[in-house]
C-alpha cells in the first residue's frame, strides 16, 4: 500500500468544539488534499497544498483551515465543529496531475 | 453545470455481461483522466488512466473523446467482485486538482 496514513479513523464530537484530523504520508510527494464525501455530492475539494507552508482552497471550505509545516503532515482543522461537518473525509496525495490520486482510509466524523 | 456529471445508475447486470459507462466533462482544457473504484464504506481506488488514443487493461477498457468531451469504461466478462461504484475523475485546466464525478454504481448479479 502507498503510504498514506490518517488518523483518527473514527471520532465523535460535539457541536461548537475543534477537531483537528491528520494525515500523514511517507511517499515524499509534493501534492496533497482534503475531500469529503456525502452521499448525493460525491467527494468535494476541501483545501489543497503544493507544498509546504503552500496551501489554497477548494469548493468547500468554509469552516475549515489547514496547515502544512512538512512535507509529509497535512492538517484539517474544523475551527467550531457544525453538524453539517458530519461526513467522511479523505486525504490524498499526488505526485502530479498525469499519477492522479492515492486516498488514505479516510475519517468518519460525527458531529452530535 | 458540474464539472463532471455521470449517470448514478445502479447498473444491475448478470455475470459474464458487458457493461460500459460514460462520464461527460465541461472543461475542454482538461488533460488528465482516470476511473476509480469504489467499494462500499472504502476510500477510491485508481482503476486505470484514460489516455488519449483509449487503453485497456484486462477486462476493462477506457476510452476518450475529447470532441464530445467524454469519457467512457467498458467492463467485458463482469465478475461479482466487480460489483462497486465507480467514479470519474477530471483535472481542472493544467493544474493538479481533480474533479471527481458522483459516480456509478454497479451491482453484477449471480
Known amino acids: 500500500d502507498a503510504g498514506i496514513t490518517q488518523s483518527p479513523r473514527h471520532k465523535v464530537t460535539e457541536t461548537g468544539t475543534p477537531v483537528t484530523l491528520r494525515c500523514h504520508q511517507t511517499e515524499n510527494h509534493r501534492y496533497m488534499y482534503w475531500y469529503r464525501q456525502d452521499p448525493g455530492h460525491g467527494l468535494r475539494l476541501i483545501h489543497y497544498?503544493?507544498?509546504?507552508?503552500?496551501?489554497d482552497k477548494g469548493e468547500v471550505s468554509d469552516g475549515y483551515s489547514v496547515s502544512r509545516s512538512k512535507t509529509e503532515d497535512f492538517l484539517l482543522t474544523l475551527e467550531s465543529a457544525t453538524s453539517s461537518q458530519t461526513s467522511v473525509y479523505f486525504c490524498?496525495?499526488?505526485?502530479?496531475?498525469?499519477?492522479?490520486?492515492?486516498f488514505g482510509s479516510g475519517t468518519r466524523l460525527t458531529v452530535v | 453545470r458540474k464539472e463532471v456529471e455521470q449517470d448514478p445508475g445502479p447498473f444491475n447486470v448478470p455475470e459474464g455481461a458487458t457493461v460500459a459507462f460514460n462520464c461527460t466533462y465541461s472543461n475542454s482544457a482538461s488533460q488528465s483522466f482516470f476511473w476509480y473504484r469504489q467499494d462500499c464504506r472504502k476510500e477510491p481506488k485508481l482503476l486505470m488512466s484514460v489516455y488519449s488514443s483509449g487503453n485497456e487493461d484486462g477486462r476493462f477498457t477506457a476510452q476518450l473523446n475529447r470532441a464530445s468531451q467524454y469519457i467512457s469504461l467498458l467492463i467485458r466478462d463482469s465478475k461479482l467482485s466487480d460489483s462497486a461504484t465507480y467514479l470519474c475523475?477530471?483535472?481542472?485546466?493544467?493544474?493538479?486538482?481533480?474533479?471527481f464525478g458522483s459516480g456509478t454504481k454497479l451491482n453484477v448479479k449471480p
Open positions: 490524498a496525495i499526488s505526485e502530479g496531475q498525469l499519477y492522479g490520486y492515492t
Open positions: 497544498s503544493y507544498g509546504v507552508k503552500d496551501t
Open positions: 475523475v477530471v483535472n481542472k485546466n493544467n493544474f493538479n486538482k481533480f474533479y
